[in-house]
């Protein structure tokens, strides 16, 4: 079960593609504790729990951090659970406090950064106009000390994704070690960039290679996930999007969204499935008219289908306007992602053999899973 809870929908940045409309609500106690009672009662008994804290800027509400993980770890049903506490932060708040406070209770970081200075500086940006590269780097080089398995999350977009190795390149050389890389979905990808993104995985690639040739090897989203996916034979079903049945965003005003990246104002506009007070409204959601439209047919028919994120409903939203409707960069970007995961799958397995491999991806299944990719 995983839940993201907005602290605040307040923001010291105003990053150009960011989902979540700001304003200055944030999350009162009362509302504080009416989410985690939700988060408990709602979770199925002997499921993990996955919290993650967010915003807005969550650690512009550290008070309230630290007052929520105490509801949590006080609440009844805490110790008979596996609770997970994580909270993603813009990367310009951090202190000694801070990380002092997160360790001791177990709470892991990630921060956003896009990559090199010139791309954080081109939509990552004060509402002034300020750039914020020089803030999180020294951020992240200081959270580093603390947290070195610190996950960062960098988007692209249609005018940045040509800078993505650089940009990669940049973050392993700041000491990042987990690197996850997403598109902004929304955006105006144009058939051209399409084309072009295969050649850039693949550039990607050399790098990743590369750090396994000298010893010091590093997680990237692009690759390792795809990896693990392909040896285990596909998407298992507890891997694919559950919004709106074991996963949930919870507004500061106490509104229920399937995802975070659909809260918009958290207001009741069309994604709202409920609130913490009442409940999620399960037929609301399961009638919204984004369910409409079937599934595209070109998906059903496609060999790699097994292999692709089709099934995440924000981003299908974000790119055709229904949650179960792929659109043609989700697909391009897919087929690119799966085809550099097999040329790294190729390559590393001659060198270092299929146990290391494994071992590689984070995965224990057997290669002979893979046939109808090791005949595309």
Known sequence: MKYALLLTQACNLACRYCYIIKHKHSISTENARKAVDFIFSNSQEGEPIDIGYFGGEPLLEFNRLKEITEMIEKHPLFPLREVVLQVITNGTIFSDEMAGYLLQHNISLGVSCDGIPAVQDQARIYPDGRPSSSAVEENIRKAIG?????MVNAVYTPSTYKFLPESVE????????????????????????IVQLQDIFNTIARKYIHWHETDDPA?????NGKLAVILDGGYKINERCHMGKKEFAIAPNGNIFPCERLVGDGSLHEHCIGNIHEGVDYRKFCTSRHFEKPAHTVCSDCSLRRYCMNWCGCSNFFSTGHYNQAGPFICASEKAAINTALEVFKELETKYGTSTLLKIAGNTCAKEKIPALNDR
């Open 146 to 150: 603390y947290f070195p398995q610190i």
């Open 219 to 223: 997680f990237l989203s692009l690759i």
């Open 170 to 193: 940049y973050l392993y050389n700041l000491g990042v070690r987990k690197i996850y890389i997403n598109p902004d979905f929304s955006a105006r990808w144009t058939a051209d960039d």
